[in-house]
């Protein structure tokens, strides 16, 4: 059986990431959308139109498949062996 160090490394790096892109894309858009607030307004909001840059939080979102796809495939071929 072959070594799943670095497929575990892999996947444990992209598990850790994966909320710091999102949450950290959250906080850098939270000061361009006019009267957001964490308890009464979805997430999603933030990447709309009334939002003054849409573009940040719909850059970290877009971010998340290439992050998480890596622990997906180690996961897979880690399943295949």
């Given at each position: 059986m072959p070594?799943?160090?670095?497929?575990t490394t892999l996947m444990?790096?992209?598990?850790?990431?994966m909320p710091l892109l999102y949450?950290?894309?959250q906080l850098l858009a939270v000061p361009f959308y006019p009267g957001y607030h964490f308890a009464t307004d979805t997430?999603?909001?933030?990447?709309?139109?009334?939002?003054?840059h849409p573009g940040i939080f719909n850059t970290g979102?877009?971010?998340?498949?290439?992050?998480?796809?890596?622990?997906?495939?180690s996961r897979f071929l880690a399943d295949r062996n």
């Open positions: 070594d799943s160090r670095p497929q444990l790096w992209a598990a850790f990431a949450f950290g894309a997430t999603s909001m933030l990447a709309t139109s009334v939002s003054r979102a877009i971010d998340l498949p290439p992050v998480f796809s890596p622990g997906i495939m």
